[in-house]
């Protein structure tokens, strides 16, 4: 049996970081070109969320449900996949497309548009996948077909029951695999969507190359709504949505609170077995397991770790927002090797020096002093790229005939994209430097691991948002429809709010009824919302806005308690559009 070491405890600080953005954002090619056993966590259980009660609506009706109905069926499918009782919003908003919340110069991407689910897939590994370039399957692939594709490739028994499904059109078939991969390895380009990367489609050679060598699925999406970097991990990990895995969004309903899903980097709120925690479980411990992540959202492509009895302390190391490098030792473990890992300042320097001066300016941008900042700058891949480096050579990577699991997220083309849109010469270089990344990871890989013994996914976990310059879209601000809303219901209805997301609302389900107001009465009064009723963005608005104030902002607005019925009334079955 390998050793596992046992790094002390704490979060270990690390001389680093300055602001991060990455250059990630490679595959326009692509758009142009627990096994069910007593100890994985399950409902009911000690260590499931308990069963909140959901108030009864009633029956599905009038206008809110006839807009909800006529959603396309498959925005409905995506929304269904996404719903848990339990745990999500109450309220559900679908803006009309391209319109989002956010601002002029803020932009969100949570939604079941195809802009913003269809993702880049791609598979590479020499000898265990095949050489197929873009392949276009008869079935809609989403990321949940990631972990059963690779528990086959590993040898880890795969659970029945989870709409995931292996992708073996893309598979060299398995008499003819020279014998498992010595290491598998998974990585989200954070907010890489299609729609980004053919936005910027000479900025990822490395994916492209990896697309043409490999396998590349067409119209790969993420497959559930809302399309947050927690749901959309979990499901990568589990090879199930939402539904079934338990992580709804970034805040989810636990009991009477709302609470954040990762809190305390705990996987407590997540309700199936990863593929890690399964291999780990067939390989007796003796695989590596090892996350790197901006933060906590993103363990749910890891798994439960030493929280789920029999598993250990697979190794889950994550970034606080001042950059300090953190786990959560009682259920990680976080190498101690890395606390004084150098290469930082080198990193800041080349940022620095891409323009030809060292000025202490990335296009235009200061680099700040604090490393937590530099997160969002491209400082912060080439270090991730550092890090990965020493966990790889550190954990032992692929060092023998026990196959290891890698999972790692680039989070700079998402936070790039947010700070300065998808469109920016920003991105752009996010994209870039991501694919820069993508390349020093596949030559580690080849030169630590051997040439033909690991395999790769590339995958991301949503697309984004253009700014509205370009498209037309109206941003909404939640605090002007709250406040139209108390206008339209005569209820405080901020006061109501418990928590919010863009495109979900958290109620106070045990005041709604002393104020005599309710969830459906609240989706009728947005569902009616207009431009003209925030007033005071439409007259800061820019020209071509003025002429518009009579539309409505929303397709549908409805309580998610009303899935069900929308579904069996609207979706396929019900003869839905």
């Known amino acids: 049996m390998r050793a596992r070491r046992r790094p002390r405890a704490g979060a270990h600080n690390i001389n680093i970081m300055r602001r991060a953005l990455s250059p990630l954002l490679a595959l326009a090619v692509l758009a142009a070109a627990c096994s069910g056993t007593a100890t994985e966590p399950s409902p009911g259980s000690a260590r499931s969320s308990p069963r909140a009660s959901t108030p009864a609506e009633p029956t599905a009706s009038g206008p809110a449900f006839r807009a909800a109905c006529r959603l396309p069926v498959e925005q409905l499918r995506r929304l269904r996949r996404g719903y848990d009782p339990r745990r999500s919003p109450d309220l559900v908003l679908v803006p009309r497309a391209p319109n989002y ?10 939604g079941p548009w195809d802009y913003v689910q269809e993702v880049p897939l ?64 998974v990585v989200v380009w954070d907010g890489a969507g299609r729609n980004v990367l053919a936005r910027w489609p000479r900025a990822w050679p490395t994916l492209a190359r990896l697309a043409r060598e490999g396998t590349a699925v067409r119209g790969a999406e993420v497959g559930s709504s809302p399309s947050v970097t927690p749901a959309i991990h979990a499901t990568i990990g589990t090879g199930a949505f939402p539904k079934q895995h338990g992580i709804v969004d970034i805040p989810l309903r636990r009991g009477d609170a709302v609470v954040g899903s990762w809190e305390g980097h705990s996987p407590r709120n997540l309700e199936l077995a990863t593929l890690g925690d399964l291999h780990d479980e067939a390989t007796g411990d003796r695989a590596e397991v090892v996350m790197f992540a901006e933060n906590n959202w993103h363990l749910g492509m890891l798994g439960h770790g030493a ?24 259920f990680y473990s976080l190498p101690s090797y890395l606390s004084d890992l150098e290469g930082f300042d080198r990193a800041v320097r080349a940022v620095d020096a891409a323009d030809g001066a060292l000025d202490g300016l990335w296009m235009g941008h200061d680099l700040l002093d604090e490393p937590g900042e530099m997160r969002h700058t491209p400082v912060w891949l080439l ?47 996010a994209v870039a430097y991501s694919d820069d990344a993508l390349a020093d990871l596949v030559r580690l890989l080849d030169r630590r691991v051997g040439r033909g013994r690991w395999v790769l996914v590339v ?41 919010e997301r863009p495109g979900a609302i958290w109620l106070d389900r045990d005041r709604l009824p002393r104020e005599g107001v309710s969830a459906r009465d609240l989706a009728e009064a947005a569902l009616d919302y207009r431009i003209r009723d925030d007033r005071a963005a439409l007259e800061a608005a820019p020209a071509g806005y003025a002429g518009r104030g009579r539309e409505r902002v929303f397709s549908a607005v409805f309580p998610y308690a009303w899935m069900p019925q929308l579904w069996a009334r609207c979706g396929p079955a019900g003869g839905g559009r």
């Open 307 to 330: 929280y789920r009895a029999g598993g250990d302390r697979d190794v889950a190391v994550m970034v606080e927002d001042d950059g300090r490098l953190v786990s959560n030792e009682t």
């Open 101 to 110: 919340f956010g601002g002029f110069s803020t932009y969100t991407h949570s």
């Open 122 to 185: 791609v598979l590479y590994g020499p000898g265990y996948v095949r050489a197929r370039g873009e392949i276009d399957p008869d079935r809609v692939v989403t990321v949940a077909d990631v972990a059963p594709t690779l528990a086959g490739l590993l040898g880890t028994p795969w659970p029945e029951g989870r709409p995931g499904e292996p992708l073996e059109e893309a598979l060299v078939p398995a008499g003819k695999r020279p014998r498992p991969p010595r290491a598998a390895v």
């Open 383 to 429: 270090w991730q790229s550092r890090i990965l480096r020493a966990l790889v050579e550190g954990e032992g990577l692929g060092r023998d005939d026990v196959p290891d699991l890698l999972v790692t997220n680039f989070k700079q083309i998402d936070l790039i994209g947010h700070d300065w849109n998808m469109l920016s010469p920003e991105t752009r270089a």
């Open 459 to 499: 995958t991301a976990d949503h697309g984004q948002s253009p700014a509205p310059s370009s498209t037309g879209a109206w941003p909404i601000g939640l605090s002007p429809l709250l406040e139209d809303l108390e206008r339209r219901v005569d209820a405080p209805v901020a006061d109501l709010v418990e928590d």
